[in-house]
């Protein structure tokens, strides 16, 4: 079983993209935090590590363009 989480850390870019569904929050510079990174996969893990022991995790990163803000 193959498991696949999409995962928007921001929506702050620099680009813009003919496609883009999030045009007007382009400029937005929120991002989640390290305690929100955390909290999510505690409970990523807590929830699928019991459902689907077997199962095969992919993460998939959306968000803006990460280069764009200063480490905190």
């Known amino acids: 079983?193959?498991?696949?989480?999409?995962?928007?850390?921001?929506?702050?870019?620099?680009?813009?993209?003919?496609?883009?569904?999030?045009?007007?929050?382009?400029?937005?510079?929120?991002?989640?935090?390290?305690?929100?990174?955390?909290?999510m996969f505690e409970h990523l893990s807590g929830y699928y590590r019991s459902a689907f022991p077997d199962a095969e995790y992919r993460f998939i990163w959306h968000g803006g363009e990460p280069l764009l803000q200063e480490p905190a």
């Open 1 to 39: 079983m193959l498991v696949t989480f999409v995962i928007k850390v921001s929506k702050f870019c620099n680009l813009r993209c003919s496609y883009c569904y999030e045009y007007p929050e382009l400029g937005n510079p929120a991002r989640m935090s390290r305690e929100q990174f955390a909290q």
